[in-house]
């Protein structure tokens, strides 16, 4: 079987969770012995099927020709809207009013032979914002940990001492702002990895931590750096207002790190009770999570058994598998 894999028009330049989860189901489809390629400019042919990584309203241009050639496609949204199911009804009511409600991404979401979210919280939510029909969603976790992950985890990094990582592109939407005033003053050092997606957000951040020593921009980390910098965090945290699914965050679920992460979205679907929810808004709830989570043993007993059952890559590539194989 011939899969195209369709992510965002600037492609690896700003690596989000989708580059990341495009790349590993590329490498899982790989592993199952289908042929699975990136579209790009030179692309002359479709393959058996499409998959598209995010409901960006232009993905909808290519979408037409896949229904006028007959070839099925699968979109992954990798979207959220926090609120109740009545609130995302009045957005969808505003924007449509404002001429800017996204009728292409409505369309491509229509006409998907199957959308894959995280979790059942989603369903509902992506069918009130855009009519996305029910019966073709499916749950299939937005990313796996692989056992190339695991191993590497053991390289030895006693770089920082004990740490809160913080591992997230910086934008608005994944708070570092909130998780420095959270932190800055306590004596307890923080580490954010992430690439400058937004450069305005960095220059606040950067101004909210002062002179502080203890609070640490590392940029954007390799993926062969990052496992051993996840494994020796003792907090791992990422206060965000919207997620998705946070690949970052199973990782150090994997690794049995203490998970600080936030109410806003549906992380209690995908992380149960293993991690603590503060308000977001609120950096000294966010703060005394941290205190909670930073008690705790490290690795935490049963987590690491909790999260690679549902989230490795072999349990996750089983589900990729029944998914493309219903397709075809």
């Avoid at 029909?133 to 749950?139: A, G, S």
């Avoid at 207002?241 to 990782?251: C, N, T």
């Avoid at 909790?306 to 996750?316: G, K, P, T």
Wanted: hydrophobic content about 40%.
């Amino acid at each position: 079987m011939r899969v195209t894999l369709v992510g965002r028009y600037y492609g690896g330049i700003i690596e989000g969770g989708a580059e990341v989860q495009m790349a590993q189901v590329s490498k899982m489809l790989d592993d199952l012995g289908h042929d699975a390629n990136i579209l790009h400019p030179e692309a002359k042919e479709l393959g058996d099927v499409v998959h598209f990584f995010g409901a960006m309203d232009y993905f909808w241009n290519l979408a037409e020709i896949c229904l006028e050639k007959k070839v099925p496609y699968i979109v992954s949204p990798i979207w959220y809207r926090g609120g109740s199911l009545a609130s995302i009804k009045k957005w969808r009511f505003l924007r449509t009013l404002e001429g800017r409600f996204s009728k292409k991404t409505k369309y491509l979401l229509k006409n998907a032979a199957r959308i894959v979210v995280p979790s059942p919280d989603v369903i509902g939510r992506i069918h009130v914002a855009f009519d996305a029909p029910k019966e073709n969603c499916v749950c299939i976790p937005s990313g796996a940990v692989s056992e190339q992950f695991l191993n590497d985890a053991n390289q030895p990094s006693g770089r920082f001492g004990d740490y809160i990582l913080c591992v997230a592109n910086f934008l608005d939407r994944k708070n570092q702002l909130g998780l420095i005033e959270a932190v800055k003053g306590t004596g307890k050092r923080l580490v954010l990895a992430g690439g400058a997606s937004d450069t305005n957000y960095v220059e606040q951040c950067q101004k909210a931590a002062g002179s502080d020593p203890n609070i640490i921009f590392l940029g954007a980390v390799g993926r062969s750096e990052l496992p051993s910098l996840v494994k020796n965090a003792r907090v791992f945290c990422v206060p965000s207002f919207v997620d998705d699914f946070l690949i970052a965050g199973v990782e150090a679920g994997c690794l049995g790190v203490p998970l600080v992460l936030s109410n806003e979205w549906n992380a209690k679907e995908i992380y149960g009770n293993w991690a603590a929810y503060p308000n977001p808004h609120i950096p000294g709830e966010i703060k005394v999570a941290i205190e909670s989570a930073w008690q705790k043993p490290n690795p935490v007993p049963g987590q690491a058994e909790w999260f690679c059952e549902r989230y490795s890559e072999s349990a996750v590539r089983d589900q990729y598998r029944a998914l493309y194989e219903q397709i075809i």
